[in-house]
Every structure is written in C-alpha cells, then in structure tokens.
C-alpha cells in the first residue's frame, strides 16, 4: 500500500495515542527525523515527554480526546507547548484495517503537520479550576443533605 503525504502547514508536530498505562508520541516535520517513543502515565515519564518535545522543537501537539486519560498528558503539557490540541476521534480515523499504537501516534502526528486537525475547545485553566471546585461544592452539598435526611429516618424510627 502507497504511503500517503500531505502538503506540510505546521513546522513541527507530535502525534500521541493516549491510553491508560501508555502514551505512544511521534514526532516529525522540517529538519527532524520521525521518531516514536512511549512513555508510562506516570508524571515523571510524562515531564520525558515534555522535555523530549521541547529539546526537538516541536510547537504543535494533537491528541484524541479519550476519555479521561489525555487529562493529565495535557496538564504537563499546556504550559511548555504553546499548541496543544485535543481532537475529536472521529475527525482522526484512520484506514480500517490492522492498527498498532505506533500507526495511530505517526496518523496523528501527519494530520497535524497538514493542518487538517481541528482542535476541540478546552476552557483556559482558571475557568477549568473553578468548575471542578464548582462540582465538589455541589456534591458536599449533595452529602450534606443525604445525611440530614438519613439522621431524620434514624430520629424517627
């Protein structure tokens, strides 16, 4: 099967597949090498992550967004890459056919360099801040109440 190649929009870019235990990064565009590597989800493995991105150069980062576990990949990258970019899985979908972790990173990380990724909108990390302390409000609020009305069923009886 022929390679397929894009036009190249974007200098330098890493493709990660992101899963639970691992993340596969590859990174490619002008003057590098295409290279793969995986790390542990580990914050010690993911600040590798990090600092192997910035010693390449690599300005442009894109991830499906799988359920949680592109949550802290993110964390350690926001602040070090200026575009990190979560991606709808459907905007990514490769060819059907057998896929590995490393095909995944390399689709990825060709999109990106092209331009054809769209990235999904994450609130800035104030706003993002406040809605989880918003959230565990509401749900100390929601404990609250069920142990007011669990002492009143235990008052009557």
């Known amino acids: 099967m022929a390679e397929v190649t894009f036009p190249q929009l974007i200098q330098r870019a890493c493709g990660i597949d992101v899963h639970l235990k691992v993340v596969v990064a590859t990174i490619d565009g002008a003057g590098i090498q295409r290279e793969t590597r995986s790390f542990k989800t580990f914050t010690s493995s993911l600040n590798e992550l ?43 979908k490769n060819v059907p056919g057998h896929k590995t972790d ?46 007011k009305n669990r002492m009143m069923r235990i008052l009557e009886d």
């Open 50 to 92: 990090k600092e192997w991105l910035l010693s390449n150069g690599v300005t442009h980062v894109g991830m499906e967004s799988t359920g949680v576990y592109w949550k802290p990949v993110y964390k350690v990258l926001e602040d070090s890459i200026p575009n990190v970019w979560i991606v709808n899985a459907r905007h990514i």
């Open 102 to 147: 490393k095909m995944d990173s390399e689709w990825i990380c060709k999109l990106l360099l092209a331009g054809l990724l769209k990235p999904s909108y994450i609130p800035p990390k104030e706003q993002r801040q406040l809605r989880d302390l918003t959230r565990y409000r509401n749900k100390l609020i929601q404990q609250i109440a069920s142990e």
